[in-house]
């Protein structure tokens, strides 16, 4: 199945550290969604993005959607330890209601 | 906000045998909603399209056969693996879109289906 490709895989940080991750594709993309995954549940939806250039802000989660409409950002500020999960970006193919899944961040934080 | 209620949360069958997932939007109607396939430490994947009122529309490579889909009403639909064999073990989830909030797709809680 088709897969957006999401960076980094995984990563550690300490605490009160900033994140970054992104996902680009070879697609363009009317709409980009970033969702958390707790162990066990569903994803919880955290931003999403409906124009290319869009900048929006959750709290100390900013995403935004890019010029090319084929890649996008998450950024975290000043991380927690509940901040510790799986982040994934979904795209929602162009003249379609579908989204696609990237391959998802793996989030640790260190206290 | 929009709550999508996903049942059972797990399930354990035999092989061969066939299990039904319930997707039901509990506060909004959805005429479309998705079922996503989970396995462990690994991406979710677009299974198939459920429209109320007419046919599934299958992602490739997935048996429309094995995992039926009914979309009867606004707010339920139903995925049933059918004759389960322990490769169908995996974390299903259903999605559905909430026009209001964020407009995103909100997920159920999913169910583990361990075929034993």
């Known amino acids: 199945g088709q897969q957006l490709n999401q960076s980094p895989q995984s990563m550690f940080i300490q605490e009160g550290e900033d994140v970054s991750m992104n996902c680009t594709s070879s697609?363009?993309?009317?709409?980009w969604l970033w969702y958390k995954q707790d162990p066990g549940e569903g994803p919880v939806l955290l931003i999403a993005?409906?124009?290319?250039?869009e900048l929006t802000s959750n709290g100390r989660l900013t995403a935004q959607f890019g010029i090319t409409r084929k890649d996008s950002f998450l950024n975290i500020s000043a991380s927690i330890p509940s901040d510790v999960g799986i982040y994934f970006c979904?795209?929602?193919?162009?003249?379609?209601?579908?989204?696609?899944f990237g391959t998802g961040t793996r989030l640790k934080v260190l206290a | 906000g929009a709550v999508v209620s996903q049942h059972p949360s797990w399930v354990i069958c035999k092989s061969g045998t066939s299990v039904k997932i319930e997707c039901r939007s509990l506060?909004?109607?959805?005429?479309?909603m998705f079922w996503y396939r989970q396995f462990p430490k690994q991406s979710l994947m677009l299974m198939a399209t459920s429209n109320e009122g007419s046919k599934a529309t299958y992602e490739q490579g997935v048996e429309k056969d094995k995992f039926l889909i009914n979309h009867a009403s606004l707010t339920l639909s139903t995925l049933t693996v059918t004759s389960a064999h322990p490769e169908d073990s995996s974390f299903y989830i259903c999605s559905a879109r909430d026009a209001g909030g964020m407009g995103g797709y909100t997920f159920g809680s999913g169910t583990r289906l361990t075929v034993v």
């Open positions: 697609s363009i993309f009317n709409t």
């Open positions: 993005l409906y124009k290319a250039g």
């Open positions: 979904a795209g929602q193919l162009s003249g379609t209601y579908k989204y696609i």
């Open positions: 506060d909004f109607q959805a005429t479309t």
